[in-house]
């Protein structure tokens, strides 16, 4: 895969937001100055700041409409007052909007450059996208357990040129996510080269250890067959702090390894699941790497090294 793609995916984030995300109560901030001048992953532009996102609430207007189950006519200006937030993309052609049965859920179907797509919008929803759909192709999914609705975009049908799985190719379906998410007011890099079914989420993850709740930026996407879950938090313990959520996992094998200048602890069951933690005190971040197979201890930390770079630069 694309290192230098994957790495900036990951890792960037507007500076300004820097001070009050990484401002331990009772704290003095880290200041862009000190942080350096590399940046942390897009995602943290919707959580770790805690920066209220204003989502745009005026859609794209299309003639075609579709009826629902009552027979009441759907339009993309209705959504609004149904309360749904949904704008296709400006070249999208033929869309059509359906209420689903549970009321909460609405389903869009559009073409864009040829190719079908199908975009579910949930309210208060967190789960992946429909069952039976998310086996049978690529999907883009992201969720913010603040506004506490749910998106999931994948392909409609088999096409020309889709991926082996039957979707429509990874890098058309992402580009096609990330407007949707820009138009919505998420700023999000998903052009991830090689990685699939990828589902982006903001939470909020108590440790149930007396700690402040940790706000946390998860990234998660399948990669060469293995499934990857990529977490980041602003620290609230000076000390390592579990956020991959397999605290209670049984794993046969530990070790300590040094990750850029941050000490890591490694922990894995050979060729199954496994998980890399490490503590960057500078910015005052903590990170979590999970795999759910094929896991070894060089496995685990050159993901890791991929995934991370460190926000104040290269010293010494």
């Known amino acids: 895969m694309n290192r230098d793609l994957f790495q900036k995916f990951m890792q960037e984030i507007d500076e300004s937001y820097l001070e009050e995300a990484f401002a331990a109560p009772?704290?003095?901030?880290?200041?862009?100055?000190?942080?350096?001048?590399?940046?942390?992953?897009?995602?943290?532009?919707?959580?770790?700041?805690?920066?209220?996102?204003?989502?745009?609430?005026?859609?794209?207007?299309f003639s075609s409409v579709r009826k629902d189950s009552d027979g009441r006519r759907i339009s993309a200006g209705d959504l609004v007052s149904l309360g749904f937030r949904l704008i296709l993309p400006e070249e999208a052609e033929a869309a059509t909007y359906e209420m689903l049965d549970d009321g909460d859920t609405v389903k869009a179907e559009f073409t864009l450059k040829g190719e079908e797509y199908?975009?579910?919008?949930?309210?208060?929803?967190?789960?992946?996208?429909?069952?039976?759909?998310?086996?049978?192709?690529?999907?883009?999914?992201?969720?913010?357990?603040?506004?506490?609705?749910?998106?999931?975009?994948?392909?409609?049908?088999?096409?020309?040129?889709?991926?082996?799985?039957?979707?429509?190719?990874?890098?058309?379906?992402?580009?096609?996510?990330?407007?949707?998410?820009?138009?919505?007011?998420?700023?999000?890099?998903?052009?991830?080269?090689?990685?699939?079914?990828?589902?982006?989420?903001?939470?909020?993850?108590?440790?149930?250890?007396?700690?402040?709740?940790?706000?946390?930026?998860?990234?998660?996407?399948?990669?060469?067959?293995?499934?990857?879950?990529?977490?980041?938090?602003?620290?609230?313990?000076?000390?390592?702090?579990?956020?991959?959520?397999?605290?209670?996992?049984?794993?046969?094998?530990?070790?300590?390894a040094e990750l850029g200048w941050c000490q890591a602890q490694i922990f894995w069951n050979e060729g199954k699941n496994g998980k890399i933690l490490w503590l960057d005190l500078a910015p005052g971040l903590v990170y979590s790497l999970s795999v759910d197979s094929g896991a070894s201890e060089d496995m685990l930390k050159e993901m890791a090294e991929i995934l991370y770079t460190p926000m104040q630069g290269d010293v010494g």
């Not at 862009?32 to 794209?60: Q, Y």
Request: net charge negative; with cysteine.
């Open 26 to 61: 009772g704290q003095t901030a880290v200041t862009p100055e000190t942080a350096g001048k590399k940046r942390m992953i897009r995602l943290l532009r919707w959580g770790a700041a805690a920066v209220c996102i204003c989502l745009v609430v005026t859609c794209a207007f």
């Open 118 to 256: 199908t975009c579910i919008v949930s309210k208060d929803a967190k789960a992946l996208p429909p069952e039976g759909k998310a086996g049978e192709a690529d999907w883009v999914s992201w969720y913010n357990e603040e506004d506490q609705v749910h998106y999931s975009l994948f392909a409609s049908e088999t096409q020309e040129g889709s991926d082996a799985e039957g979707g429509i190719s990874s890098p058309a379906l992402q580009t096609t996510a990330r407007e949707i998410m820009e138009s919505l007011g998420y700023d999000m890099e998903v052009a991830l080269e090689g990685a699939q079914k990828v589902s982006y989420t903001i939470f909020t993850l108590d440790l149930q250890d007396g700690s402040e709740p940790l706000h946390v930026a998860e990234t998660e996407f399948t990669l060469q067959g293995q499934r990857y879950i990529y977490r980041t938090a602003a620290a609230t313990k000076t000390e390592l702090q579990d956020l991959s959520g397999t605290a209670g996992t049984s794993y046969e094998k530990q070790s300590s």
